[in-house]
Nanobody, 120 residues
Framework: VQLQASGGGLVQNGGSLRLSCAAS????????VGWFRQAPGKEREGVSC???????THYYLPESRFTLSRSDATKTVYLHLKNLQPEDTAVYYC???????????????WGRGTLVTVSS
């Protein structure tokens, strides 16, 4: 039973990435799925979250460069990162939650993170 984030990598300033969150051993469709990130030397912060029904989507960062989508067919949640900036460099984690929250306190499952590095 695990949750796995993938799709990170090295990208230039202004570039884009699509991160994926997929589950094995359980059904991700029954959970809200949140994305969080932790930059070096900083605390973890909420990025975005999508509810079980996919109608409720929350964005926790002031900028609107990130969008979230969910595919029930592939049981995957995607975080689309656009116009990436060096300050977006962090390990990005996804989590299965009972309900969306910016701090992930309702998380029931945490996945391994994927590193996003944005060069200036």
């Amino acid at each position: 039973v695990q949750l796995q984030a993938s799709g990170g990598g090295l990208v230039q300033n202004g570039g884009s990435l699509r991160l994926s969150c997929a589950a094995s051993g359980f059904t991700l469709n029954y959970y809200a799925v949140g994305w969080f990130r932790q930059a070096p030397g900083k605390e973890r912060e909420g990025v975005s979250c999508i509810g079980v029904d996919s109608w409720n989507t929350h964005y926790y960062l002031p900028e609107s460069r990130f969008t979230l989508s969910r595919s029930d067919a592939t049981k995957t949640v995607y975080l689309h990162l656009k116009n990436l900036q060096p300050e977006d460099t962090a390990v990005y984690y996804c989590a299965g939650l009972v309900r969306c929250s910016s701090d992930g306190h309702d998380a029931r499952k945490w996945g391994r993170g994927t590193l996003v590095t944005v060069s200036s």
